[in-house]
C-alpha cells in the first residue's frame, strides 16, 4: 500500500513561499504519514484505536507543529499547519482527529491563552508528545449549545473540585491532560476553562465508545469527573472567560479539520484514478465511461475549490498572529474558518461517497480504502460545529450580529 499522490513542494512552494524548515517539516509530514498507512487501515479494519498515530508523530518530531520554537515546538504557521494536515488527512481523519485535537484545539489554547509559566511547563512537553491533549467541551446534555454545560467547579483550598460529564471526547482515555469547561457550582454563567491532569482518582473513563460507525482508529471516550482537583495555576485564561477559549480553540480546529478534509480528497482522487484506470467494463477501462468521468472531475473540483479556502482561512489566521486584537481581522478568521470547515468536509464526505461508487461492489467492502473514508469523514460534518451551527454562524457573519439565530 501507497500514498499514490502528494501535492508536489514545488508547487506549493511557488504558491505559499516555503523556507527550508517548512520544506523539511512537511518533508517530515510525508514520511510519517507513509509509516501510518499500513497501521491505520490495520486497525480500522480491527476497529481498534491506532497507538501508532501519536508514536509516529512522535517520531518525526510532528506533535509540537504550531507551537512556538522557543517552547520547543516547530513554530509552523497556521498555513504550514493546513499544508501538514492536508498531508497527514490523506491516512484519514482517524490521524486528523488526534493531530487536531492535540495541536489545534489544547496546545494552542495553551500557547494562546496561557501565562508564561503555564506554557513552559506544558508546550515543550506537548510538542514532545509526553503530554497529550483532549478537549473536554461536550456533553451529554450540552452539545451545539455549549452554554447549557453542566460540569461544575468549587473552591477547594488552593484549587478547585470539577464534577460532571464529558461525552464524545477523542483521546479521552489516552490524553495525559483534557482541557475542561466548568461553571461554578450553582451559577448560570461564568464557565472557566481547566487544564485537568487525566491521571488522578477523580479522573474516570466510564466508557471508549466503539460503536462509532466509523473513526475507529481515533479514541473517543465518555469520561467522568468525580471531584477532579485543578490546582489554581492550571486555570487556563480568565475565571470565567471560558468560553472564548473554547470558541478560540475551535476556529484553530476548524481550519485544522478543514485541511484533514483535503487529504482525504486527494486520496480519494488518487484512489479512484487507480482503479478507474484499471477495471474495465463493456470492453474497456472504466474511466473511459463519460458518467464515471463526471466523478473524477466532482473530487477534482472539489480538492482544488476547497484548497483556496482553507488555505484563505489558514491566512487570515496568520494575519490575526500578526495583529492579535484587531476585531475584523478575528471575525473574518471566524467566518473563513467556518466556511472552509463547512465546505470542505461536506465535499470530502461527497469524494469519498463517489469514490464508493466508483469503486461498485467492492467499494461497499470495508477492505475497500475508499470505504474507509466513506465513514470516517462523515463526522467532519458534525463535530466541531455541525452543519448547522457552521450554516447560523456563517449567515450571521453576513448578517450582522442582530441576526444570530442560535442565541
Ligand atoms: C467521533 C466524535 C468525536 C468528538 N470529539 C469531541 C471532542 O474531542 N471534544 C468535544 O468537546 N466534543 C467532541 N465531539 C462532540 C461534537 O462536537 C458534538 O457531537 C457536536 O457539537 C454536536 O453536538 P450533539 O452531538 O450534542 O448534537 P446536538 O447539539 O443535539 O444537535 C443535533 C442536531 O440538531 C442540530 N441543531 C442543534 N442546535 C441547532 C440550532 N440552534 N439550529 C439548527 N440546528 C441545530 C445540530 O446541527 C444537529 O444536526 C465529538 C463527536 C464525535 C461524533
Partial sequence: MERLFQSSMDEVDRLVGLDDEEKQLLQDADAAADELLVSEFEKYVERKYNPEIANVL???NLMGVPIDKEHGGRGARQLVEALFLERMGQTGMGVITLADVHMCLGSLAVQDWGNEEQKARYLPAAAKGDVLFAYGLT??????????????????????????????????????????????EGAARGVTAFLVDTKQEGFKVDMRLEE??????????????????????????????????????????????????????????????????????????????????????????????????????????????????TLSVRTDGDRLSAVAKYVSSRCAFESADRAVQCFGGFGYSIMSPVAKHFLDSRVAR???????????????????RGFEAYR
Wanted: hydrophobic share 35%; aromatic share 6%.
Fill in 382 to 400: 458534525i463535530y466541531e460545529g455541525t452543519d448547522e451551527i457552521m450554516e447560523l454562524k456563517i449567515a450571521s457573519s453576513v448578517l450582522g
Fill in 58 to 60: 512522535r517520531r518525526h
Fill in 139 to 184: 456533553e451529554p446534555e450540552a452539545g451545539s449549545d455549549p452554554g447549557s454545560l453542566k460540569t461544575s467547579y468549587a473552591r477547594d483550598g488552593d484549587g478547585f473540585r470539577l464534577s460532571g460529564s464529558k461525552y464524545l471526547i477523542s483521546n479521552g482515555s489516552v490524553a495525559t491532560n483534557m482541557l475542561v469547561f466548568a461553571r461554578p
Fill in 212 to 325: 462509532k460507525m466509523g473513526l475507529f482508529t481515533s479514541d473517543t471516550s465518555l469520561i467522568s469527573l468525580d471531584g477532579a482537583f485543578v490546582p489554581r495555576e492550571d486555570v487556563l485564561g480568565e475565571e470565567g472567560k471560558g468560553l472564548s477559549v473554547a470558541y478560540s480553540a475551535l476556529l484553530n480546529g476548524r481550519i485544522g479539520i478543514a485541511s484533514g478534509c483535503l487529504g482525504v480528497m486527494e486520496d480519494c482522487l488518487n484512489q479512484v484514478r487507480e482503479r478507474v484506470t484499471s477495471r474495465v467494463q463493456h470492453g474497456k477501462e472504466i474511466a473511459r465511461h463519460q458518467l464515471i468521468q463526471k466523478h473524477v472531475a466532482y473530487i477534482e473540483s472539489s480538492l482544488e475549490a476547497c484548497r483556496w479556502l482553507v488555505y484563505r482561512a489558514a491566512m487570515k489566521k496568520d494575519e490575526y498572529e500578526k495583529s492579535p486584537g
